[in-house]
């Protein structure tokens, strides 16, 4: 038996379209350029895949703070804002609870 390292895959949404469902399990602040920053998340696939991503301001607004949510995310393309910068638009839905059916919870994998 031997140990073998577990490293997150990443996601950077280029495909329109592009879908993932999943538990926030870590949030962290990541400096970027110009001196801004952003939040780079970890997440749990329903698969139990770990997946890391970096938000932008659109996924930042939508997702909030809290490690533990379950949400979907869905990138809807490129847009324009107000001052014609280009910005990734997405859809965002979080799991809030009520009497519907829970959906499965995203684990792990058990390491090897």
């Known amino acids: 038996m031997a140990w073998k390292e577990k490293v997150a895959g990443k996601i950077s949404f280029e495909e329109v379209g592009q879908e993932i469902i999943g538990k926030i399990t870590d949030i962290k602040d990541q400096p970027m350029p110009g001196g801004t920053s952003v939040n780079a998340y970890t997440m749990v696939t329903e698969e139990g895949e770990l997946i890391n991503f970096l938000g932008t301001t659109v996924l930042d607004r939508l997702i909030g703070h809290e490690e ?9 393309g490129m847009t ?3 001052s014609n ?3 990734k638009n997405f859809h965002v839905e979080i799991w809030e609870e009520s009497e519907e059916p829970v959906p499965p919870v995203a684990k792990p994998k058990a390491k090897k």
């Open 68 to 76: 533990g949510s379950l949400v979907k995310i869905r990138y809807l």
């Open 80 to 82: 324009k804002t107000g």
């Open 85 to 87: 910068r280009n910005l």
